[in-house]
């Protein structure tokens, strides 16, 4: 189901559904961030045997407070570019989108700016977009807490592109896991009447 449902259902205490697009780099921690809240575990093997396809999905009911409860269907694909083709069947008809980067890569933040942002506003725009900072628990371990960026670099980044907001979180310990979600679900189900864009309307 698209977000189109209007005042009605959000004000309903029947579930509905909304498609959450989970999108960064390859290696940024988006498929273990997704077996947390799905699974409530850490799989150190997650990364080594998630083969990216057109159908990866997982689904979850997230309340959102007040009696309401969000059906999740959480769409996961491979963040390299060979894996664009899959994005362009996964990602139109999304209600929202989670945009992930590592705080352990500055690379995977900067590639939010000219990579994930642009191409979440071209396939669905006018989504809600919450920007998540993984491996928040890097922080704790002197030989990786110098490395790690900022907190500001993620509000900065969450500020300029509009983004309904930022939070860090660790898919090892499971912290701010369920605010990521909360916060997701939350912003998708307000959302209504956003234009969805065909597949076949971008580039290959």
């Not at 189901?1 to 959450?20: A, H, L, N, T």
């Not at 002197?142 to 983004?163: F, I, T, W």
């Amino acid at each position: 189901m698209g977000c189109c449902q209007g005042k009605d259902q959000y004000e309903s205490k029947e579930p509905f559904v909304r498609k959450i697009a989970i999108v960064g780099n390859s290696g940024a921690g988006k498929t273990c961030l997704i077996h947390r809240y799905i699974h409530d575990e850490f799989d150190e093997n997650t990364t080594q045997e998630f083969i990216p396809t057109a159908l990866k999905m997982e689904e979850k009911a997230q309340s959102i407070g007040s009696g309401k409860e969000v059906i999740l269907n959480i769409y996961d694909t491979g963040g390299q570019e060979t894996f664009r083709h899959l994005r362009k069947l996964n990602y139109p008809k999304s209600d929202a989108a989670i945009i992930c980067f590592g705080l352990d890569s500055e690379e995977s933040l900067k590639d939010v700016d000219k990579n994930w942002v642009p191409e979440m506003r071209r396939i669905c725009p006018g989504i809600p977009l919450l920007l998540a900072g993984l491996k928040k628990d890097l922080r704790d371990y002197r030989v990786y807490s110098d490395k790690c960026l900022p907190e500001s670099s993620g509000h900065k980044m969450a500020k300029k592109h509009k983004m309904v907001g930022y939070i860090e979180c660790s898919s090892w310990n499971s912290e701010n896991v369920e605010q990521v979600f909360f916060k997701m679900a939350e912003a998708a189900a307000k959302k209504k009447n956003t234009k969805k864009v065909d597949a076949s309307e971008f580039g290959s």
